[in-house]
């Protein structure tokens, strides 16, 4: 993503839309980044490659939980 990253654009997103459940998608997966996506509000976090099936569901459960 040109002039941001993931980590930003999150945290972004949890001050302009706090109850939308954001999935972070990581092809440069570590520890700290899961950890810090987490505890900066991320609905979920995949690290890249990840089962289509995977993703679905997810993001099936984060339609759920916003409806909440």
Known sequence: MPGTDGLELLRALKVSHSGLPVIVMTAHSD??????????????????????????????????????
Do not use: C, M
């Open 31 to 68: 520890l700290d980044s899961a950890v810090t996506s987490i505890q900066g509000g991320a609905f979920e976090y995949l690290p890249k490659p990840f089962d289509l099936d995977e993703l679905v569901e997810v993001a099936r459960r984060g339609v759920t939980f916003a409806r909440e």
